[in-house]
């Protein structure tokens, strides 16, 4: 039979590496409880047009990387690519707004781009995503940062830096984007097939371009900082000023956009040296004509969203010490002991302990060898002559030890095991 393989770009997450998976998220859902988030959980699919809107319908994302498809009534919808629009959605759709103290949300899960897979760029990757909607104060955009910056230095991640800047308010990017877009059409010539394109309809999306000769024209272009508004500055400086005063280090690139259109003021980055072409490990900024945009109240927002297997990537761990083995292995020997021990796992089980076994006949020593292969602290043996008896024997797997219990007295006995292991069932 010829064999199926899995959609290029998307990939498994294993066994052995899910433990590391399920750290990062058990640290990110702990930190941001700590500074107030809930957790939000929008579905995978939406409205086409919902990102189009959400993201602006001249953007990468929109234009070249997302899956749209129509269903059977031929609406066409969306695999996310991001998350942003989907929870202004929710919030919108639900009136969150009236939910008083409702403001802070995060959601974890897959999105979806179709674009060139290479290391850390996939078609299905994770994000963890943070907004924060209704709060304009510049304290708020220093938090946000610190936040996504603390929560690295807690996984351990080494080696990232902050990048801001400004891209000024729908009040003072206009004339900048008609100053960029003189500038562009002046070296049309040189520029790629894209950049020319974006020249006319979105010359800011240039200075994102991947292309390094475009690097090189944008490189001389001018840049936002020379054109943002006084109310914009002073925003700016003070989001400065209070990330200096948490003591989070930063450095200022005026040419850092978003690819989202909707960003207006504070736009930063997360970027480290490790990852190749592929060195943002995060990024975020505030969008506060976003939620207006798509039909709700006019909240301003920020938020920020942190590439999971890039995050994966740069911690590089060995995995085994997220791993634990189960607290109890079993083994059967002989069709009664068998029998009843399927009842017995279970209760086990039941009672709150991690066991395993298997039901395959295999000899003491095979089923032994299991125990040792998994991990577990305690095995049981069981034969017939024990049960019998009434009786099995449990050995200690790290000290070699092996006595013998009382079937009528193994819940007590493992309870009490147990505590000894620091209360550790599982
Ligand atoms: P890039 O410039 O690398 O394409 P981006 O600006 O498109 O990033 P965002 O939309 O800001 O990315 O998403 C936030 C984070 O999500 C990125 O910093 C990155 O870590 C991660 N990310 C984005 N696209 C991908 C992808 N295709 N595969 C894996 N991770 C991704
Ligand atoms: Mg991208």
């Known amino acids: 039979m010829e064999q199926i393989q899995s959609v290029k770009g998307m990939n498994d997450i294993l066994p052995s590496e899910a433990p590391l998976w399920r750290h990062i998220e058990d640290k990110a859902r702990e930190i941001l409880n700590r500074f107030g988030y809930r957790e939000i959980r929008t ?5 086409a047009e919902l990102f189009a809107r959400g993201i602006g319908d001249t953007t990468d994302i929109v234009e070249k990387e997302m899956y749209t498809f129509a269903d059977k009534k031929g609406r066409l919808l969306s695999l996310r690519p991001e998350a942003t629009a989907s929870i202004i959605r929710a919030f919108i759709e639900h009136q969150l707004h009236m939910v008083s103290g409702l403001r802070k949300f995060f959601l974890i899960g897959p999105m979806f781009r179709h674009e060139r897979p290479q290391k850390g760029r996939y078609r299905q990757f994770h994000q963890i995503d943070v907004e924060v909607f209704g709060m304009n104060d510049p304290m708020v955009d220093a938090e946000v940062m610190y936040l996504a910056c603390l929560y690295l230095e807690e996984i351990g991640l080494k080696g990232v830096r902050l990048e801001i800047n400004t891209l000024g308010c729908t009040k003072c ?22 950049c020319a394109r974006r020249a006319y309809k979105n010359p800011l999306r240039a200075f994102d371009c991947k292309v390094p000769s475009c690097g090189e024209i944008v490189a001389d272009a001018p840049v936002i900082t020379d054109f943002v508004c006084d109310e914009c500055v002073n925003h700016f ?4 000023q209070y990330l200096e005063e948490l ?3 930063y450095s200022l690139n005026p040419r850092l956009v978003r690819g989202l259109d909707y960003y207006v003021r504070t736009a930063f980055e997360i970027v480290t040296e490790h990852l190749g072409a592929q060195n943002a490990v995060g990024g975020g900024g505030r969008y506060d004509g976003l939620m207006k945009e798509l039909g709700g109240p006019d909240l301003p927002g920020i938020g920020f969203a942190l590439g999971m297997e890039r995050i994966v990537l740069l911690l590089d761990q060995t995995l085994e010490p997220f791993q634990n083995g189960p607290f109890l292995y079993c083994v059967f020997i002989g069709p009664e002991a068998k029998k009843y021990g399927f009842k017995l796992v279970q209760k086990l089980r039941k009672e709150g302990f991690s066991v395993d076994c298997d039901y395959e006949d295999k000899s003491v020593k095979s089923q032994m060898r299991m125990a040792h292969r998994v991990g577990a602290s305690y095995a ?4 017939e002559d024990e049960l019998q008896k009434g009786i099995a024997q449990l050995r200690d797997m790290h000290r070699s030890e092996q006595f013998v219990v ?3 007295e193994i819940v007590n006995e493992l309870h009490s095991l147990a505590e000894i292991e620091g209360g550790r069932r599982s």
């Open 237 to 240: 400086d003070q989001v400065k």
């Open 173 to 194: 990017r206009p004339r900048f984007r008609t100053v960029l877009r003189e500038f562009l059409l002046e070296h049309v010539s040189s520029l790629c097939p894209d």
């Open 43 to 47: 579905p995978v699919v939406e409205k």
């Open 247 to 249: 003591g989070l280090g």
């Open 406 to 408: 009382e079937l009528s």
């Open 380 to 383: 049981l043996i069981l034969g």
